[in-house]
């Protein structure tokens, strides 16, 4: 799979979208510097230049960004296990990973349309790598990085854009041959299925409930004391000092 490295852009993202047609399949755009990064929820995905890995991922053999961040998600978690053996990582619904109760990585898909109709899917990622405790600390949410998980190693930026692009390829290429498998693993490794969590819905009420299960399109079924929800997007949290291998 081709690696597309740039050295300053606004956002990969954007780039790939405007590029789409000349781009087309299973290229993913990284860049040194990201001067207007995007996150999920209309936030800005801020990273100092070299510092975290920040890249798109160029899909036009999906149905939706439900199954092009399903994709993503899978591939990022085999670039932290091989990166740093042993960290209790998984992702946290809809399209974050996470090591305990801090967040490593953020995936933004969005639709390509050309003459009316879906042309294909870009997954925007950004995985913080070479973020130390001190930087952590600045940020209003609690946040980790592959440097904090493995201290003694410093992450090369192409490196780890090249390892991701190898394990993009080999679950888009397990996507291909057969969906369902893959949504089964990306539904396995959201370890947040049947715990209790709070989730911040679109107007911003907070609400507390189950975690009971994902449904067939991505959105979380929901159990509070009124009854079931259906979220197709939300924020969710978790309690501080969650551990994915304990139940409550």
């Not at 888009?172 to 370890?191: H, P």
Request: charged share 25%; proline share 3%.
């Amino acid at each position: 799979m081709r690696v597309l490295h740039l050295q300053t852009v606004d956002s990969t993202n954007t780039y790939a979208l405007r590029h789409f047609s000349e781009i087309k399949d299973a290229v993913l755009v990284s860049a040194f510097e990201q001067t207007s990064g995007r996150g999920r929820l209309g936030r800005k995905w801020i990273a100092a230049p070299g510092r975290n890995l920040t890249v798109s991922f160029a899909m036009s053999r999906v149905t939706d960004g439900f199954h092009a961040g399903a994709v993503a998600g899978l591939a990022v978690l085999d670039l932290v296990r091989e990166a740093a053996p042993g960290a209790k990582c998984y992702l946290k619904w809809p399209n974050d990973v996470y090591v305990g109760d801090a967040k490593l990585a953020g995936i933004l898909c969005e639709g390509v349309l050309e003459h009316g109709r879906l042309a294909g899917v870009v997954a925007g990622i950004g995985v913080n790598v070479n973020f130390s405790e001190d930087e952590a600390a600045l940020i209003d949410r609690r946040t980790t990085s592959l440097k904090m998980l493995a201290p003694t190693r410093f992450f090369s930026i192409e490196e780890s854009a090249e390892r991701l692009a190898f394990f993009l390829e080999r679950w888009y290429i397990k996507y291909d041959c057969s969906r369902d498998s893959v949504l089964a693993a990306w539904r396995r490794e959201n370890r947040l299925i049947g715990r209790l969590i709070e989730v911040v819905d679109p107007r911003g009420n907070v609400l507390s409930g189950r975690f009971s299960a994902i449904d067939d399109d991505g959105s979380m079924i929901f159990e509070t004391p009124c009854g079931e929800r259906v979220f197709r997007c939300g924020d969710v949290r978790i309690a501080k000092g969650f551990d994915p291998d304990t139940t409550n």
